[in-house]
DNA sequence: CGCTAACCGAGACGGTACGTCCCGTCTTTAC
DNA sequence: GTAAAGACGGGACGTACCGTCTCGGTTAGCG
């Protein structure tokens, strides 16, 4: 009865039914914050439908298991405007600089927002988990290809130097990042953007450029 | 300590009870086994003196719990003598041939060897428990110590560019390694390591570094 | 009520809707079916929804619940024309051949109809659910009435000794079939009706046996 | 090897831990309770487990489940000192007074006692599970034994008539005061045990029988 | 013969109990 | 006296039904 769809009638496909919706919402909400309270290990479903206030029999209503709700729940993340991986800014002047961006931009992505606390929880999951891995992996590889497509240009550009391996170069980036996120007890920060990029790609501004 | 009780020597240490020494050992090997194929996560102590035939209670004599278990079997792959981590090659010539094998080195580690298995379920762990932070924190430290000191070494010997940071340049040859094993499908290959030096340190031989 | 509609009786009580009848049919034969198989106990409605093709929501819509469910499904039995309890048989000559046959009427009742399936679950019902209890009773009453008025009739045609009570004698002769098969392995033979009536009512009427 | 229990040994045998026959006196009380309270198919172990205060993980460490709890717990009548079922008082002098004596413990019985209030359950009960209906018809056989030898023992000594048959006689004595119980709103009345011993068998005291 | 009221199916929802597995503590028994 | 064995209370797992509810879609029968 709600609207009679008169018209244009843009109704794509059933309209999903809203208590479907709003309970999702809610789970998903809950579970992003439970994994990254606790990880992929600690992760309990009764305590998910404790936090978000959802019945049990519902959550296995829409889910067969902690392993598809947890990817279900990373896969909202993609989705949600507002969150920290969501966009990179590609704003940058030249390729350099552009590439600093990227790597300033991950040091900060991994400090603090939800997906930086649920990784450690990912990586562990992954490791056993097919569905979790493939959705996993499939995301790291879109999060690259922005740094590969950014060293890639500046090769091109010739502000890098030729024996520069684009792939290896944003695995090398990258994996410093994460590397001192999860293997050591500081973590990057931002400020050092500029010197790692600088140790892996050459020099920066005497690099012609002053 | 344990060396070969030289001497007379009688008992300064309480001599510990062989059948301790035994329990010790078959329920840490047993761990090591089920950490690798179910990981930090689904870790179950029960299972494990299923694995090892050591009853439960003796474990809980022992171990205060699943955490301290995991930390001293991972504690004990340091010291066995055929670990892959074990020892690190530092035969090369060169610095940049020090740093390609040990690089070389830490791909094939990282595929394959126990502690290569346990590495998700430590990064997770790590996250929520403070003792197996610091324990792998303080582990990735110092195996990444000889890393960093090829590194310097080569930068002193002008063998790679000033501009190299060799606490940098460590973490991205070694993130690059962790980063491949863990969010990438394709772990780094054993030779590739030469081209992730390059990449990373500048050319390689013909670079003569000029 | 219910009165054969006589004549014109332009729809006194509304005509019930043919969907509806529909509707309780298959859920009634279902639930009867449902509770000869797995007992009161066992009986899930959901089940019955299975058996029946019919909705949860119109089951409930018709039943308050699965006691009322029970105790209208078991009704319709009485009603049901073919029903192995519906008619008894007064068509012996003599009392105590009228006797003997409603007795042995009884046994085989007891042996495969479907109220006799559902009898060990109407038992427990009736112990806890006031409103089967009084269904069970009711029903139990009129069935046992024929039996009753048998043995009277037997008693004041001299048949059966004066001594005999016609109610004692009728639970004794009913109870007697109802312990067999609820508390023994094997139920009455219908064949054992005329040695279980001699038993309690004395001798045959040729009193032959001496 | 076991023990060396030397001397006398009276040892019956492995010394049951006293722990064990705890949990299983408090569950097996509190299965009887709830049993007689929501009959067999209202059963619910974790109910048991409030009543008792004995953790789930207990109750099944020693049942595998409701059907062996309550079969255990019945068997436990049996052997119970105190049972109202437990010892029937053969103290009467002619075989006719026994016989009005374990009709009239009978009756007696039927209404009050734990048994009784769980016969109604036992009767759904063993209609579906074999394990429960072995033993059910069992203990219905023993009981029913003490009432068949005596009127067997009455037959012989010709105080009943010969026409009677103790096995059918038996049961219909113990059937109606079972049908009076399960099938009829009103019990049968310890004091009618005389008037249904007369009924069945034959004329009391006047009955010339000597 | 078309409209409206009702019934229907589908199934989401918050619950409760199931029977399993493991936790970490503890008692008991055997060597 | 210490080790093995394992009982215990606890809590999460994933499943099955419960009884309530909100939906659209359909169908009966009146006007």
Redesign the interface.
Known sequence: MRQTESRTETRTQTRVDPRISESRRLVLMAALEELAE?????FAIESVCRRSGVAKSTVYRHWPGKLTLVADALRSLNVQPGSAMAGVPPSGQTPRERVVEIVRHLATAFTGSTVAACT??L??????ETDI?DL??EY??ERRQTLVDAVTDGVVAGAF?A???PD??A??????????R????TPMNPS?AE??V???L??GPSGRRG
Chains 1, 2, 3, 4 share one sequence.
């Open positions: 606790v990880g992929y290990g600690g450690p929880a990586v562990d999951a992954a490791e056993h891995r996993f992996h790291n590889a130097p024996r520069v391996n290896l170069a695995v090398a980036l990258a994996g410093a990042i994460m590397y001192r999860l293997m050591t007890p050092d010197a790692l600088a140790t892996v050459g020099e």
